[in-house]
C-alpha cells in the first residue's frame, strides 16, 4: 500500500511538473528568447523531463 501512495503522488507531482516546464515554454517572453538567439529557457528542460521522470517512476512504483 504504501508504494501505491508512493507512486500516486509521483505522477500527480510529476504532471505538475511537466506542465509547468510547459507553461514556461510557451511563454510570451520564451517565444521572443527563442525566436531571437534560438535557446530554450533550462526551466522549461527541466521541468518537463523532471516531470516525465517523476511520472514513469510513479508508475512503475505503482505495480
Request: glycine share 12%; with cysteine.
Amino acid at each position: 500500500m504504501n508504494n501505491k501512495l508512493i507512486g500516486l503522488i509521483l505522477i500527480v507531482a510529476g504532471a505538475a511538473l511537466a506542465v509547468w516546464g510547459y507553461n514556461i515554454y510557451d511563454a510570451a517572453t520564451s517565444q521572443v528568447a527563442r525566436a531571437l538567439s534560438g535557446d530554450t529557457p533550462m526551466k522549461a528542460w527541466v521541468g518537463m523531463v523532471g516531470g516525465a521522470i517523476c511520472v514513469v517512476f510513479g508508475l512503475s512504483r505503482m505495480r
